[in-house]
Structures are given as C-alpha cells and as structure tokens.
C-alpha cells in the first residue's frame, strides 16, 4: 500500500531528523552531570537509529518496534516527575502525539498518547514537577490544552489515514478483480481488450509476454486427421 509505504519513510526521516537532538540532550545533561538523564538520552539514541533501520529495510508488513514506545513512556515520566530543568523537561511531553501514532498506528499511539496525558496531568498538579515561572494556573491551563489540541490533531490524522488506506486497498482489490476478468467471444474466442477484439493468441504475446507456438493434441488428431491415427 502507497500509504503504508509513506507511513514506513516518514518514520525512517524522523528518525534520521531525531538523532541530533538525542545527541544535545544527553550532552546538555552530562555537562549537568544528571548521568541518568545522559544515559536514557543515548538508549533513546540507538532506539531511534535501530528504529530507522527497521523502517529503511521493510516495505510491507510493517510492525512497529515496542521498544521506541515504552522507551518514550518510561523516560519522558522520569523526566517529568523528577522535575529535569527546572522543571520545563514537562515541555517534551507535546513529542509524544504525534511519534507514538507515526510510529505505532492510531490504537496504540492513541493509548500512549492518552497515558502521557495523564502523567502531565500529575506533572502540571505537583508545583515541584514545573519550572518556578510557569507554576500559574493559567499556563498550567493553556499547556494541556495546546497537549490536547496537538494529540487531536494527530489521532484525527493517524484515524483518517487508515481509513483511506483501507478504502484504497479495497478499490485496489476491485479493480485488479476487474482486471482479471477476460471477455470472450463464445464462437470465434476473440477477447476484448478496450473495447477492440483480439485474437487470443495476439492478447496472450502483447499482454503476457507470451511466445505462441501451435501444435495439435492427441485427440484433435483423431477428431480430424483419423489416417494418422491409423
């Protein structure tokens, strides 16, 4: 499927697009010295080339890594609640929507999506989980809205997707079942092939790449040629 194969590259350039910023986050906390977080920097890392390698080989019958997803839930939540820089480590939460359901599809990305929506819930409620300047109650407000609109945005997205790419494969498999239906002239067994009536033997050489040879079988010779057979 043409969207199947969009969904499998968009996911191989994320990927690629992805590395640099693991690469600063884990040398912005070494410098720190927050090891943990340096650490869970460098297996997202590999997560995200192990996932690009996957994406960049498969063409068909894509089945998204679960580690990149449990990796994502685990982290960003350690980050959340142990209140990494200052407390705006909250922000990289809004990565979650729209990852999860590229790399997921829309049932699992939306669970994700709906499971880090609760951990920011906790974060935004504990003052000691957000940076000291954004502890009010209205950005604590227009936060998780901006989280709900973007994860909206992104499974209304991910639904309307599939749906297409369910209605394509269906009229894809219709038509390649129109295609396999050959009309034949029941007296002379000329076929039609756009409108116009071909020999059968012309249709099988342009349309099969077929070479016809002739011959006669064993009971045409008998039908036909009985001296032959004698």
């Not at 089945?63 to 960003?76: A, E, M, N, S």
């Not at 109650?137 to 945005?153: E, Q, V």
Request: hydrophobic share 50%; net charge positive; glycine share 8%.
């Amino acid at each position: 499927m043409d969207l199947q194969r969009v969904r499998i590259r968009t996911t191989f350039w994320v990927s690629v697009v992805a590395s640099p910023f693991y690469v600063a986050a884990g040398m912005q906390a070494w410098s720190r010295e927050i090891h943990w977080v340096a650490a869970g920097t460098v297996v997202g890392l590999v997560l995200c080339i192990w996932t690009g390698f996957k994406a960049r080989k498969v063409t068909a019958g894509w089945r998204p890594p679960w580690p990149i997803g449990l990796f994502l839930l685990v982290f960003l939540t350690a980050v959340t609640w142990s209140g990494y820089g200052g407390g705006y480590g909250v922000a990289w939460l809004v990565c979650v929507p729209p990852l999860a359901l590229l790399i997921h599809g829309t049932r699992t990305g939306s669970v994700l999506t709906a499971v880090m929506f609760v951990v920011l819930v906790i974060g935004l409620a504990n003052d000691s989980m957000v940076a000291p300047a954004t502890v009010s109650d209205p950005f604590r407000l227009r936060f998780g809205a901006a989280y709900l609109l973007i994860a909206a945005t992104c499974i209304t997205y991910s639904a309307a997707t599939d749906w297409y790419g369910r209605r394509l494969d269906e009229a894809s498999e219709e038509v390649a079942s129109l295609r396999a239906l050959l009309t034949m002239c029941s007296h002379c067994k000329r076929v039609r092939i756009d409108a116009e009536w071909r020999a059968i033997e012309a249709f099988l050489d342009q349309e099969k790449r077929l070479r016809i040879s002739h011959s006669i079988c064993p009971r045409c010779v008998g039908e036909h040629y009985p001296e032959l057979v004698e």
